[in-house]
């Protein structure tokens, strides 16, 4: 009986994701949800299994691909494949901080705004949101980190200070919009208390338009964070990161292609996850 059961449940389980693969967006969601965490276990569980260390030198540099070496060797004779999966944590890990500290901050921050009765409060917060998100963010990171100095850390610092008013502008926006519902009409009608009708109605319904956006923002984040890190301004040699080892193998370019292709191979496959899970979610919330 109890075997008959489970396959029933299985069987239910399986219709059920049919189900919802077959709703909108449900394939490009199923699609980049894989591709993300197929990206994300490798760089969890390679370290555990490598034979190499990341910084070691294992053979004669500028070895091509091979059966021992998949990835090849570098032009300090460093597998490239432990190194392009041991920067996973580093990519990934700083832009998920990048992006989940100044998602908290700035929602909190723009639902404070929207419940904020003080007008002239309202518009200096207004004004230094506003002012914040004229400036490029790559512009003003790179400036910042001149004055910083290089590391993973100091990025996170600066996403944080950068991309806060962001999502604050977006939760205040949303705040005010929740704020004139009718559900929070009748919520005070009855008699709830200002903190539930906060954290129990309003914020569950503002944070939904802040992960939405948190989510493309990922995207763009992570590209930054290689960018910078190609430009030298945040991944510290000999550390492994995507864009400093693009940055290393751009010189032998025509000769040790694997050096520059692979790391940038993991970099465009986390971008692409990310792309349809976005695309999945847009199509499924208009409903094409």
């Given at each position: 009986?109890?075997?008959i059961n489970t396959a029933a449940n299985v069987q239910t389980r399986r219709q059920r994701l049919?189900?919802?693969?077959?709703?909108?967006?449900g394939f490009g969601i199923i699609t980049g949800i894989s591709m993300f965490l197929t990206i994300v276990l490798i760089g969890v569980i390679h370290p555990f299994i490598s034979a190499y260390e990341?910084?070691?030198?294992?053979?004669?540099?500028?070895?091509?691909?091979?059966?021992?070496?998949?990835?090849?060797l570098?032009?300090?004779?460093?597998?490239?494949?432990?190194?392009?999966?041991?920067?996973?944590?580093?990519?990934?890990?700083?832009?998920?901080?990048?992006?989940?500290?100044?998602?908290?901050i700035g929602t909190l921050i723009g639902i404070l705004l929207g419940l904020a009765k003080n007008k002239y409060f309202v518009s200096l917060v207004s004004s230094i949101i506003d002012g914040i998100?004229?400036?490029?963010?790559l512009i003003i990171a790179i400036a910042m980190i001149s004055f910083l100095g290089?590391?993973?850390?100091?990025?996170?610092?600066?996403?944080?200070?950068?991309?806060?008013?962001?999502?604050?502008?977006?939760?205040r926006t949303k705040a005010v919009v929740v704020l004139q519902q009718n559900y929070i009409e009748a919520a005070q009608l009855m008699g709830y208390s200002k903190k539930r009708i906060i954290f129990k109605h309003v914020t569950p319904n503002v944070s939904s338009e802040s992960l939405a956006y948190a989510l493309s923002?990922?995207?763009?984040?992570?590209i930054i964070v290689s960018g910078l890190s190609f430009l030298g301004l945040a991944a510290r040699p000999p550390a492994a990161e995507w864009g400093a080892m693009i940055a290393d193998g751009r010189t032998y370019l025509g000769d040790a292609w694997w050096i520059t292709i692979f790391p940038g191979v993991a970099l465009c496959w986390s971008a692409i996850a990310l792309s349809f899970i976005v695309e999945g979610l847009s199509r499924r919330d208009k409903g094409n």
């Open positions: 009986m109890k075997t049919k189900e919802w693969v077959s709703l909108p967006g990341p910084d070691e030198f294992v053979g004669e540099s500028f070895q091509p691909p091979s059966w021992q070496h998949p990835f090849g570098d032009q300090l004779g460093r597998d490239v494949m432990t190194r392009t999966f041991a920067a996973v944590p580093a990519d990934i890990g700083v832009a998920f901080l990048g992006v989940s500290i100044p998602l908290v998100n004229a400036f490029p963010l290089p590391g993973l850390y100091n990025v996170v610092i600066i996403l944080t200070i950068m991309n806060w008013a962001r999502y604050a502008r977006i939760a923002d990922f995207i763009l984040v992570i």
